[in-house]
């Protein structure tokens, strides 16, 4: 399966509440996952841009949702950069504009085509179970990754895979992938061209 090949991306709205969501005009993809995993590293990593998404050294550096128009040689569409789950510091308040917020995004979206979902790959958290229970509650698709590949040496990821596996309850993936070094891009790529369904 051929990679999709990315050409541009353009950041377009940040949004912290409902009534400020674009009008859903394109199909979109959404990158979900706890704080600190990886969200806004990976989008940059996919799209070849360094500073579009910003990364932080502090969870919970992304508290809106970022959308980002991306030019490719398939079909032009929306990458959703969601606020992280699961980080027990940032302060109630935020916890609770998070879930309303979330729940609101999955269920309006109707130009939603998938989910990319992003684990650590060197741990799963309950919170993560969570969050894959849910998204397949929601009839939604669902893409897997395992972020900071490069933190799980070659030896170690047939047992890092296994752990994975268990961790989720699932048979196959999740597809490793480093936005440092970019091993696993390719992939990432060509699943993502699955999910927007060309
Ligand atoms: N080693 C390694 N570190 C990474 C990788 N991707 C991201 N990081 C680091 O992980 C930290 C969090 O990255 P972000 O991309 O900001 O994570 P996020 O999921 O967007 O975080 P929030 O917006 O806070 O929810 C940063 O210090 C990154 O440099 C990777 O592939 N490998
Ligand atoms: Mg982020």
């Given at each position: 399966m051929a990679a999709l090949k990315i050409y541009s991306a353009e950041f377009k709205a940040s949004c912290g509440?409902?009534?400020?969501?674009?009008?859903?005009t394109l199909p979109e993809v959404a990158i979900v996952g706890r704080?600190?995993?990886g969200k806004s590293s990976t989008i940059n990593c996919l799209v070849n841009h360094k500073g579009l998404a910003k990364v932080g050294k502090?969870?919970?550096?992304?508290?809106t949702i970022n959308f980002f128009q991306i030019e490719t040689n398939g079909p032009r569409f929306m990458l959703v950069d969601l606020p992280g789950y699961?980080?027990?510091?940032?302060p109630d308040r935020v916890q609770q504009q998070w879930a309303p917020l979330i729940e609101t995004f999955f269920k309006t979206?109707?130009?939603?085509?998938?989910v990319i979902l992003l684990i650590d790959s060197r741990r799963v958290q309950d919170s993560d179970r969570d969050m894959v229970s849910w998204v397949k509650q929601l009839n939604i698709p669902m893409m897997l990754v395992a972020t900071?590949?490069?933190?799980?040496p070659r030896g170690k990821r047939s047992g890092a895979l296994r752990e994975l596996q268990k961790g989720l309850g699932i048979q196959e993936g999740p597809t490793f992938l480093s936005?440092?070094?970019?091993?696993g891009k390719h992939q990432v790529l060509s699943q993502l061209r699955d999910l927007l369904g060309t």
């Open positions: 509440a409902v009534e400020q969501f674009l009008k859903p704080s600190n995993v502090t969870p919970g550096k992304t508290q699961g980080f027990a510091k940032v979206r109707g130009n939603l085509r998938g900071k590949a490069d933190k799980v936005a440092y070094t970019g091993e």
